[in-house]
Structures are given as C-alpha cells and as structure tokens.
C-alpha cells in the first residue's frame, strides 16, 4: 500500500501561470483534503471532499479550484498562480466523514511561485 | 468561532525530563488527534482521542481528553532526542459540519 501519494515533491511557477497538483489514495477512503503549511501558521484547509463526486470549501478556497475526479483521486488546481501562495501543499485522507476522521497525509508538494 | 490553540509553541528541553503540551478549543467536541511532524517530512497520526477521559500511551508520549475543560494533553515522559518534532492537535467539530481545526503546532527541540 503506497498510502497517500501527491506529484511533483516540488514545483517553481512564475506569477500567473498555472499547474495542477495531484493526490491519491489507495485506502479505500471516502473524505479527501488539501491543506496548506505555511511557517507560524499551522495547517490551513483549502479544500474538502468528503465522498466521491462532492467538494466543499475550507478556510483559505480562494485562488484555488478542485476536483474529484474518482474515489481514488483528488486535484488541487492553482488558476492563475501568485506569490502568496507559495506553501507547502498537503494532501490528506480519512475513512469516513461520519465516523472518526484520523487522516492520514502525503509527502506534500513544495511549491514557489516567483 | 472555531479555535485551537496550542501551548507552547516553541519548546526546548533537555533529555530525561518531562513535559506537557496543552491544547485548548473554543467549543463542544470529543473528538480529538495528535499528529507528529519531523522537519521536511509530512504529518504522522500519532492519537485518536475519541471521549471525555480518553487516555492514550505510546511509548514516552501520553495523550488525555477533557472534554468539559475542552482541553488535551500531550506529555513527554524522560524526553529523548528522538522526540524532537513538531506536534499538533486537531479538533473535529462535529455540531459544525464535522470541521477539523489544526493547531499551530509545538515545536519540540530536545537537547542532548
């Protein structure tokens, strides 16, 4: 079982281009997550599906796109990049929205936007 | 509002002592998750807290849930280097559509 699994580890973009960022799981999860780590500021929730064919917005959505493309498979979209979104970006799964949600994270993607 | 704070943030202390992070939420919940992270590395569960007086033990790391002081602990029993780490709670909030709030995370350096 590779767990969670996120591509690419790094990524450098100019202002204004775009890029996807991918995650899957092969647990069998339903709820997928993306998150972002900035230094002092903890995670942060981008984005949330909690079941295949749903999405739902999180703390900090804007400049940001998802989709979920099967069980399996959750992508993080960046539009139109910016400098303040340079973050790591982690991608996460739990089991089931209705009972306990321990998730479990992928090696995340380090990504500068200059 | 939806709060975690944890406390402290930074920690440095030497090996074979104890110590206890704090972590406090703004409002009803019983469930509860301690998560390690090693520097450039991603996050590991380490607890599941899922009622009021749940305790759990891992090795040097102990884990409690109050519910009704809306409050967790992480103690570090005789440090090691080894526990050097960033730690952090999470709070699900499930009488609000089941969100998950992170801490900020306590870094803990532990010196040899």
């Known amino acids: ?114 | 509002e939806l709060k975690v704070e944890q406390n402290p943030l930074f920690l440095s202390m030497q090996e074979g002592k104890n110590y206890t992070i704090y972590c406090n939420y703004s409002t009803t919940s019983d469930r509860l998750y301690w998560y390690r992270q090693d520097p450039g590395k991603s996050l590991e569960s380490l607890f599941v807290l899922l009622s009021n007086g749940a305790v759990k033990q891992e090795g040097r790391l102990m884990a409690s849930l109050d519910t009704k002081a809306r409050l967790s602990t992480l103690h570090i029993t005789a440090a090691v280097h080894d526990l050097s780490a960033t730690y952090f709670c999470a709070v699900e909030f499930m009488n609000r559509d089941d969100k998950i709030i992170f801490g900020k995370g306590t870094r803990l350096h532990i010196l040899p």
Not at chain 1, 1 to 8: D, E, F, R, S, W
Not at chain 1, 87 to 102: H, K, L, Q, R, T
């Open chain 1, 1 to 114: 079982n590779a767990g969670v699994t996120q591509t690419p580890k790094f990524q450098v973009l100019k202002t204004g281009q775009s890029m996807t960022l991918q995650c899957a799981q092969d647990m069998n999860h339903n709820s997928m997550y993306w998150y972002r780590q900035d230094p002092g500021m903890g995670l942060r929730l981008i984005y949330y599906s909690a079941s295949e064919g749903t999405t739902d917005k999180g703390e900090v959505p804007n400049g940001y796109n998802v989709s979920r493309l099967n069980k399996r498979e959750f992508s993080l979209r960046l539009e139109s990049a910016a400098p303040s979104q340079t973050s790591v970006y982690f991608c996460a799964s739990s089991a089931d929205a209705g009972a306990y949600n321990e998730q479990f994270f992928g090696p995340g993607t380090r990504l500068t936007v200059l």
